[in-house]
């Protein structure tokens, strides 16, 4: 399984729509989801600070992940620039395979 994992801050005015686009049955999961190869998406909000987020996409490899970016960069780049607001900052944790 191969998990690419990023954090965001979210101001609260943004949390809902935040959780709306980036949850499971949100418009990332959804853009995913036509994906050979994706197998979720997990988003987590932290109980201790607010509006800290962390999603986790899955893949079954790191192969597929690759592949699906390439073929569809114009898409992702467009999603990432509409939904680019709702956070303060984003950082990606890393690439991680079991």
Same mark, same amino acid.
């Given at each position: 399984?191969?998990?690419?994992? +990023? ?25 995913? !989801?036509?994906?050979?190869?994706? !197998? ?17 996409? !899955? +893949?079954?490899?790191?192969? @597929?992940?690759?592949?699906?970016? @390439?073929?569809? !960069? ?12 709702? @956070? ?11």
């Amino acid at each position: 399984m191969f998990t690419t994992a +990023w954090e965001y801050d979210v101001p609260p005015e943004h949390r809902d729509v935040f959780v709306a686009v980036y949850g499971a049955n949100g418009r990332w999961a959804a853009f995913f !989801r036509g994906a050979a190869g994706w !197998r979720e998406t997990i988003l987590f909000e932290d109980v201790d600070r607010a509006g800290r987020f962390v999603t986790l996409d !899955r +893949w079954e490899s790191r192969e @597929a992940c690759e592949v699906f970016l @390439a073929s569809e !960069r114009a898409a992702y780049d467009a999603l990432d620039a509409e939904t680019a607001g709702l @956070a303060r900052a984003e950082h990606h944790l890393g690439t991680f395979e079991t």
